[in-house]
């Protein structure tokens, strides 16, 4: 598989359709959030206990875990401020576990040059739809995989991305 561009995943994930996913009627069912939140706080309540369920894999067998470090990352102004709004970010935050389970890889990306990539094996990048208010959004899941492979794969990100804005 030809890797692409660092720079490009956000980019990538708005050319995705529901097809990418399965049938259009399953992805669409699939994509309804389990929990429904709109807040830091309440986004903050279920990725605590997330942290606390420990490894998820995604539906290709990448497994990946959220720090309790990592939570509050997530649902920090930063991180939230890449997200088409901040209620979608928090309720994708919140489904993290769920989304993650049914996330996909469907490219390979080089590893970003200005960032630390000491003992990084490698960055996934994966995606799986969500819906709010009635239409499907991607997330894209940011994983990072150490060369050390005693080391867990930490869920590093999340972004929702708006796909009204693609190219």
């Known amino acids: 598989m030809r890797r692409e561009p660092w720079d490009c995943s956000t980019e990538k994930g708005r050319t995705l359709t529901l097809a990418d996913f399965g049938a259009s009627n399953e992805v669409k069912a699939a994509a309804k959030p ?5 807040t830091r706080r309440g986004a903050m309540e279920f990725l605590k206990e997330i942290v606390k369920e420990g490894i998820m894999t995604s539906k290709a067998g990448l ?12 649902v920090s102004n930063q ?14 935050a919140a489904n993290i576990d769920f989304l993650f389970k049914k996330s996909i890889e469907p490219w390979k990306f080089e590893l970003n040059p200005t960032k630390n990539n000491n003992g990084l094996k490698e960055r996934h990048y994966l995606y799986a739809p ?7 959004f991607f997330v894209k899941i940011t994983i990072k995989e150490y060369i050390n492979e005693q ?8 972004e929702v991305i708006n796909p009204r804005h693609r190219a």
């Open 63 to 74: 497994k990946g875990r959220i720090s309790g470090k990592m939570a509050g990352k997530i």
């Open 130 to 136: 969500l819906e709010y208010e009635g239409s499907i």
């Open 34 to 38: 389990l929990k429904i939140v709109t």
């Open 79 to 92: 991180a939230v401020n890449t997200s088409c709004s901040p209620e979608m970010h928090y309720l994708a």
């Open 151 to 158: 080391l867990e794969n930490n869920l590093y990100s999340i």
